[in-house]
């Protein structure tokens, strides 16, 4: 794996969620941010070292850069209720819902994921929301915990961008330091019980050779949104400007590009947004779970 | 194998090929024609008998349609004091010059592209070249070998054509009952020797999903051309205008679609005609060499 330094690029993108956040609780930031790690750092250790780090309050803030080279993932907490449509809901929209963990209900651990896993401590920070309200920003949600909770951990384009970068594919958003542009799109998601709505995908420009590379190594990762949905032509999945996204931030598309679209893991979250469970934790922007998992297993070849 | 009935395409791509060629002697129709096979026929056969059909003079003409699913190559003959520059030339460039056979000095058999192939006599038709001038046209080119004659054999997109047309992808070209366009592009090849020039691409316009599922097929057979060279910008490789091909006819780019550029198994006999060798042979535009060799074990995975 490549690793570059970008603690200069991490500090900014760290500063602009904040910034973001506190001015507009109700922003929704992307639950797959897109950064690449930071140098890796002696005591960054692996994800059960991360995990405990963050645990036990010592490392607070994004997980960008904790465990270079282990999956992250975005999370969804929701009643065992809801629990069997939702996974339905995934397993019919893979390419933005890539499940990589979910658990038993009420149980905390997400054993295929990692070791000593406990999803109500090991994120540095969660949301909580009630009919569809935000109700609380914890760092920890076991005064939350009820046994009919059931946790869905999904794939995030993380660990395709490191396979994309570690190609010398230059990212824009993350050269930027800012956040990749997301967009709802016309292209609807299959329904499931109450979940439903339009997909959002994510853009990412690019010179066509690295288009056509960008594809074919994505396509080895389908866990985490695999290969693009779209390439070249936004108005033809409904979005009128590339340059207005409706999370993230616009990043120029030259001449000499095409934007490619992937789908994104800001999906789930705008539906569940949709669909206002009467209760719902999900990560809190940026602050992934950290897992055992390493990038590289999810490559199908 | 999906086959479809296409018999009135094909003739009517024949009579197309055999009035250009009547009225322009030099025009370069392509080594690798588009065509989809017509409906298996019981005498069709393998390779072998294809072969033997065509040696005995009972089939003359096109080969497409011969041998569903078997490979069809592209045939370069040259003096072995040229040989290892063009192979050198082949491997340098694997994606416009994807060599699946050569032969040893003087020896007319490929053993590793069929039994019983006597490059001499198993296809329809040739072109005798004599200082890069076009000199004969025969059926059988015996009277013409000589011992220090290599023959090369180039993968060419029937293959994966086949591929695509098998996942229901329209191939503009085929459905028009025309040749596929080419265009010498600003894409310089590796030179060896004398061997050099643009590289030559073929153009089939396609739906942007479809464009992506298409790096996806044609990745997997890299040794017939393999992922597209380039997508959606035509002018970036030099193309002025993408409806005035240098070889083949133009097909129409709708506004939903974009054009996706592979490299195109022209290039070798266009660096040849540049090259001008003392002696030369080649295939007859359509009629290839039929191999037994399936597409399928093209297919890299």
């Not at 207005?244 to 616009?250: L, T």
């Amino acid at each position: 794996m490549k690793t570059i330094s970008h603690g200069r690029i991490l500090r900014s993108w760290i500063g602009h969620v904040r910034s973001k956040a506190a001015t507009n609780p109700h922003w929704m930031a992307p639950m797959a941010v897109s950064l690449i790690r930071k140098e890796q750092k002696a005591d960054d250790g692996g994800g059960l070292a991360a995990r405990r780090a963050i645990r036990a309050g010592s490392h607070r803030g994004p997980t960008a850069g904790l465990a270079p080279g282990n999956v992250q993932g975005n999370l969804a907490i929701l009643p065992q209720a809801l629990a069997a449509d939702f996974l339905r809901f995934c397993q019919l929209n893979p390419k933005p819902c890539p499940l990589i963990g979910t658990s038993a209900p009420g149980d905390p651990r997400v054993p295929e994921l990692g070791e000593d896993l406990d999803i109500r401590t090991d994120l540095p920070r969660y949301r909580v929301w009630k009919n569809g309200e935000l109700v609380a920003e914890p760092q920890d949600i076991r005064e939350f915990w009820r046994d009919d909770l059931v946790s869905f951990v999904i794939g995030c384009s993380f660990s395709f961008e490191e396979a994309l970068t570690a190609e010398g594919i230059e990212l824009r958003h993350i050269t930027r330091g800012c956040n990749v542009p997301m967009y709802r799109t016309s292209i609807a998601t299959q329904a499931a019980g109450p979940f439903r709505g339009p997909m959002v995908v994510s853009m990412r420009p690019l010179k066509p050779r690295e288009a056509i590379r960008a594809v074919q190594i994505t396509t080895r990762f389908p866990s985490v949104h695999g290969a693009p949905v779209h390439i070249g032509k936004p108005e033809m999945i409904g979005i009128k400007d590339v340059m207005k996204p409706d999370y993230g931030d616009a990043v120029e598309v030259r001449d000499d590009e095409l934007p490619v679209f992937w789908a994104c893991g800001v999906t789930p979250q705008s539906v569940i947004a949709t669909v206002k469970p009467e209760f719902c934790i999900t990560h809190y922007p940026g602050s992934m779970l950290v897992t055992d998992r390493r990038n590289t297993e999810f490559a199908i070849l």
